[in-house]
């Protein structure tokens, strides 16, 4: 039995059917010793599940370009996140897509050391038992103040102004790390 | 004839235009951390420096992509500047918005974000 904690929008996604499914799996260090390989691996991945968008679409929903930017972006902030937040024993990060017709479900796993998981579970439940665009400004300001790591400014950008839900899971593996998965579902109608 | 500087990386250049007052943001900027934004940070106070209360103009029609921590950088400035300049009526309100790759603005704004 694992011991895990879910928060927001978090979805099992364990017996969903998707029309696609992909994975990839990395060493969160490699991101960070060469910090292009989080912009290359999210527009590989941004690319790739654009494609699933039909050349034309029906008017209310994504375009193809539409959604490749959107993906560009949120797959940059979720590879950088890992590539800045990891530690502990375990240095894997995976990435796991979900590709459905009317949404895509994208989910983020990296590491942590266990001690880091409180403040983290603060941080998550400020993001989402706040309003966004109240948090996104006062974020700000206090960022003009202080040099914060961790603001969250990517996080509220993605959901105010993509409307991306995002679903958060933590799991102790053994008494050394955490693994922390952040799941990001896109719909692929027009906001 | 002032001299423009610039700021060149891989995938983006970031240029002052002391004679227009305009700093222009081009291309993709994804950089690591607020010391590798600490360029761009110099670039920026120089040209707000520059300016001498004249308008200054940051022009981000060819910029293509930024990152979370460009975002946070950019508006950092943007803020620090707004608290060294007096406005009569209006306050300062900041939307860089990056629903589409053309879509950026730091506007000013009526409601009392920040003081």
Redesign the interface.
């Known amino acids: 039995m694992i011991d895990s904690q879910t928060h927001g929008a978090w979805q099992d996604m364990a017996g969903v059917t998707a029309l696609s499914y992909q994975r990839m799996t990395l060493d969160a260090d490699d991101l960070a010793r060469f910090w292009r390989r989080c912009s290359l691996s999210s527009d590989f991945w941004s690319r790739y599940s654009a494609l699933f968008v039909p050349a034309t679409v029906p008017p209310g929903r994504l375009n193809r370009a539409a959604l490749e930017s959107v993906l560009a972006y949120l797959l940059n902030e979720l590879f950088e996140n890992c590539a800045k937040f990891s530690g502990g024993p375990v240095g894997i990060v995976r990435y796991q897509a979900w590709i459905q017709s009317d949404s895509m479900t994208f989910q983020l796993t990296n590491h942590i050391e266990p001690e880091r998981q409180p403040a983290f579970t603060h941080f998550i439940r400020e993001l989402l038992e706040n309003d966004p665009d109240e948090l996104y400004f006062r974020r700000l300001e206090e960022n003009a103040e202080a040099n914060v790591q961790g603001s969250g400014l990517g996080y509220l950008t993605l959901i105010k102004d993509y409307g991306i839900r995002f679903g958060f899971q933590f799991s102790a593996i053994g008494d050394q790390s955490v693994a922390v998965e952040v799941q990001a579902h896109v719909s692929m109608k027009e906001m | 004839m002032l001299a423009v500087e610039q700021i060149k990386g891989?995938e983006y250049t970031v240029e002052h235009d002391p004679g227009a007052h305009t700093v222009t943001f081009k291309g993709?900027i994804?950089?690591?951390t607020?010391d590798d934004y600490l360029p761009m940070t110099q670039l920026l106070q120089a040209a707000h420096d520059s300016a001498a209360g004249e308008r200054l103009s940051l022009d981000f029609r060819q910029l293509q992509?930024l990152?979370?921590?460009g975002?946070?950088t950019i508006?950092?400035f943007v803020?620090?500047a707004a608290s060294r300049i007096s406005f009569s009526s209006t306050w300062w309100?900041?939307t860089?918005?990056?629903?589409?790759?053309s879509r950026w603005a730091i506007s000013r704004s009526s409601g009392p974000?920040?003081r």
Do not use: H, M, V, W
């Open positions: 891989d993709t994804r950089l690591q607020s992509f990152n979370s921590s975002i946070s508006s950092k803020i620090g309100a900041i860089i918005s990056t629903g589409s790759r974000r920040f």
